[in-house]
C-alpha cells in the first residue's frame, strides 16, 4: 500500500497567525497524548502533554485540545513564528511505561 | 544539564557489514528508549529498557537487531548484516523512570547502507 509518510500534509500560515495542527489516534485505550516539534537534522522535542481526563491544556503560545469521542488531537499555536516551522508529530501511550505510538506528522511552514 | 547524546551523528556502512550505535541518556534517568525514523516517516519504536533489563522488545524488526544496556546508563543498538533498508535515522530517548514521564530525544544517529 502507499506510504503516507513520504506525503506528510503541508500547513502553511503567515507569520503572525494562528496555526492548528490536527492528529486521528487509534487507540481508544490510550490515556496520555504528546507533541513533538522536530526540526531539520534534530531529534524530536517536547512540546506539550495531556492525559486522558483532560480536554484542553495550555503552555506557553500552545494549546493541545483532545476530544476523546471522535479519538482526535489538535495543537494550537498562537502567533505563529518562523521559528515555529517543523515537523509536528503527534504521539500516544497505548501502555503504562511502554512505547509512544506516533503519527505521521505536519509539515508547518510559517511565511514571513 | 546535558541531555541525550548519540553517536555516531553518521554512519556509512556496506551492505553486510555490522553496525553500533551508542546513546548516553541524561543523567539518572532510568527509562530508555531506541526508535527508527525511516525517510519522511513517523518515529517507530524498536525497543525500551527499565534500567538494565528490556521488557518490551517487540518493535526489534528482526533477530539482525539487538539492543543492551549496561550500568543502567549507556546503551548500544547493534544491527548485524546490514540491508539497505536498514537505512534510517536511529533515535534514542530516556525518560526519569518511564510511564508517563516525558521523554527527552537525542539528535539520532543517520545510518546509510550502500
Known amino acids: 500500500g502507499e506510504s503516507v509518510g513520504l506525503h506528510l500534509p503541508t500547513l502553511s500560515v503567515q507569520e503572525g497567525d494562528n496555526s492548528i495542527i490536527n492528529c486521528a489516534y487509534s487507540n481508544s485505550a490510550s490515556d496520555y497524548f504528546i507533541w513533538y516539534k522536530q526540526e531539520s537534522g534534530k531529534g524530536p522535542q517536547f512540546i506539550i502533554d495531556?492525559?486522558?481526563?483532560?480536554d484542553k491544556r495550555q503552555g506557553q503560545r500552545v494549546t493541545v485540545l483532545l476530544n476523546k469521542t471522535v479519538k482526535h488531537l489538535s495543537l494550537q499555536i498562537a502567533a505563529t513564528q518562523p521559528g515555529d516551522s517543523a515537523v509536528y508529530f503527534c504521539?500516544?501511550?497505548?501502555?503504562?511505561?511502554?512505547?509512544?505510538?506516533f503519527g505521521a506528522g505536519t509539515i508547518l511552514r510559517v511565511k514571513s | 544539564g546535558a541531555g541525550v547524546s548519540q553517536s555516531p551523528s553518521n554512519k556509512v556502512t556496506e551492505k553486510g557489514k555490522d553496525v553500533e550505535l551508542r546513546c548516553d541518556p541524561i543523567s539518572g534517568h532510568t527509562a530508555l528508549y531506541w526508535y527508527r525514523q525511516s525517510l519522511g516517516q513517523g518515529l517507530e519504536f524498536l525497543i525500551y529498557?527499565?534500567?538494565?533489563?528490556?521488557?518490551?522488545k517487540s518493535g526489534l524488526p528482526s533477530d539482525r537487531f539487538s539492543a543492551e544496556r549496561t550500568g543502567g546508563s549507556v546503551s548500544t543498538l547493534t544491527i548485524q548484516r546490514t540491508q539497505q533498508e536498514d537505512s534510517a535515522v536511529y533515535l534514542c530517548?530516556?525518560?526519569?523512570?518511564?510511564?508517563?514521564?516525558?521523554?527527552?530525544f537525542g539528535p539520532g544517529t543517520r545510518l546509510l547502507v550502500l
Open positions: 529498557f527499565q534500567g538494565n533489563s528490556a521488557p518490551d
Open positions: 495531556i492525559r486522558s481526563n483532560m
Open positions: 504521539a500516544e501511550n497505548p501502555e503504562y511505561g511502554n512505547k509512544l505510538v
Open positions: 530517548a530516556s525518560s526519569r523512570r518511564g510511564g508517563r514521564e516525558t521523554q527527552y
